[in-house]
């Protein structure tokens, strides 16, 4: 078994403890940093592209004229999850 850190989205606070499952059955996670306003997420690298960040890269990608998938597959996250945006 691989254990990898895992970070809070919105601080990258690794300070979190595990805080049930979602709907999907996917692990949720709670932030224990106090200064950070998220209180639970679900670890699962297709919310990259929910990131502010990740969607600035998206769009000067999309400038610079790459594919769709070329973009996915530089930032690592679904295809789908960048056509869903
Ligand atoms: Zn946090």
Known sequence: MVLEPVCCPSCNS???????????????????????SRRSFIRDYSYRGYLPEVKQQI????????????TARVLKISPTTVIEE
């Open 14 to 36: 690794t300070n979190v403890v595990k805080n049930g499952k979602s709907d999907e059955g996917k692990q949720r996670y709670r932030c224990r940093n106090t200064d950070c």
């Open 59 to 70: 769009s000067d990608m999309a400038v610079n004229g790459s594919g769709i998938r070329d």
